[in-house]
Nanobody, 122 residues
């Protein structure tokens, strides 16, 4: 079992920056892909950024050039650096770990964190 715990969410004005983190604990001796998803009120959970076991990254079109996903294997921690934030980035951000066939396939992720709220005001 792997436990994931997000942190670093908060409130920021449009144009600002935030970094959210996801600490993995439990059985972390295996390699898995990880990703950030987000869910805004009344909307489906959507993929934002993903990183596979080879370090390859994928980004949703809506965040390309603004968000950066990275992973510190020594600390078992996943990060999402968010710059030039927009009000439409407001959502609960979740990290996920697993072996998906596609980076945006939610069912492919076996482990999920509880989420951290990010609010961007205009």
């Amino acid at each position: 079992q792997v436990q994931l715990m997000e942190s670093g969410g908060g409130s920021v004005q449009a144009g600002g920056s935030l970094r959210v983190s996801c600490a993995a604990s439990g059985y972390t001796g295996i390699r898995y892909s990880m990703a950030w998803f987000r869910q805004a009120p009344g909307k489906e959970r959507e993929g934002v950024a993903a990183i596979d076991t080879g370090g390859n990254t994928n980004y949703a079109d809506s965040v390309k050039g603004r968000f950066t996903i990275s992973k510190d294997n020594a600390k078992n921690t996943l990060y999402l650096e968010m710059n030039s934030l927009k009000p439409e980035d407001t959502a609960v951000y979740y990290c996920a770990a697993g072996w998906p066939r596609s980076p945006w396939l939610r069912l492919g992720y076996d482990y999920w964190g509880q989420g951290t709220q990010v609010t961007v005001s205009s």
